[in-house]
């Protein structure tokens, strides 16, 4: 079992960037692949980027392309989330997800796919 916990959230001007990290619990943080999701009022929580165990395989959602940047440094048991160049449209609860991954390259895009959540962290850009 993992417990995962971000920070970073905050306000920000659109045009800003904000760093979030999601520290893991347990000395097996390396054998899951996480993600970060986001949810804005009103609507579904959405993938925003998945990473895959060893760090080397990353997805993202078309709309954070060329934005945020997500790694991970196992040794620290953390998942990082930078966003540049931050709108208006990213405001949402942020939140980092872990599952139990069979390859070091595998991702999971589906909200489903993950068993651990963390509690989330409210990023808010102003315009």
């Known amino acids: 079992q993992v417990q995962l916990v971000e920070s970073g959230g905050g306000l920000v001007q659109a045009g800003g960037s904000l760093r979030l990290s999601c520290a893991a619990s347990?000395?097996?943080?390396?054998?899951?692949?996480m993600a970060w999701f986001r949810q804005a009022p009103g609507k579904e929580r959405e993938l925003v980027v998945a990473?895959?165990?060893?760090?080397?395989?990353?997805y993202y959602a078309d709309s954070v392309k060329g934005r945020f940047t997500s790694s991970r440094d196992n040794a620290k048991n953390t998942v990082y989330l930078q966003m540049n160049s931050l709108k208006p449209e990213d405001t949402a609860v942020y939140y980092c997800?872990?599952?139990?991954?069979?390859?070091?390259?595998?991702?999971?895009?589906?909200?489903?796919?993950?068993?651990?959540w963390g509690q989330g962290t409210q990023v808010t850009v102003s315009s």
């Open positions: 997800a872990a599952k139990l991954a069979s390859g070091s390259l595998i991702i999971y895009r589906d909200y489903g796919d993950y068993d651990y």
């Open positions: 990473i895959s165990r060893s760090g080397f395989t990353t």
């Open positions: 347990g000395r097996t943080f390396s054998s899951y692949a």
